[in-house]
């Protein structure tokens, strides 16, 4: 098991740019890939970005890519999400989450942990 906490999360203006955090403790945690998904109000949770076990792969949602930046420090047990050029359908809660499997994944069942959210808020 790995504990995860996001941070960084806040209200910004559309065109804003934002940091998202999620710190993990536990187990080891360059033994998981990681993950970032969003939920807006009434609707499902989707993927965002993800990134493998070492940092050298990473995938995006159509939607976010040229604008995010998924990247994470190993040696600080850390993951984070780069959000520039934000737009009002960016806001929702923003999760962070581990998948201990083998391949990199973008499906949320596929993800084991997860951290409490941070709101993002994108103001027009």
């Known amino acids: 098991q790995v504990q995860l906490v996001e941070s960084g999360g806040g209200l910004v203006q559309a065109g804003g740019s934002l940091r998202l955090r999620c710190a993990a403790s536990?187990?080891?945690?360059?033994?998981?890939?990681m993950g970032w998904f969003r939920q807006a109000p009434g609707k499902e949770r989707e993927f965002v970005a993800a990134?493998?076990?070492?940092?050298?792969?990473?995938s995006y949602a159509d939607s976010v890519k040229g604008r995010f930046t998924i990247s994470r420090d190993n040696a600080k047990n850390t993951v984070y999400l780069q959000m520039n050029s934000l737009k009002p359908e960016d806001t929702a809660v923003y999760y962070c989450?581990?998948?201990?499997?083998?391949?990199?994944?973008?499906?949320?069942?596929?993800?084991?942990?997860w951290g409490q959210g941070t709101q993002v808020t994108v103001s027009s």
């Open positions: 536990g187990r080891t945690f360059n033994s998981y890939h």
């Open positions: 989450a581990a998948r201990g499997g083998m391949y990199l994944s973008t499906e949320k069942y596929n993800y084991e942990n």
């Open positions: 990134i493998s076990r070492s940092g050298g792969s990473t």
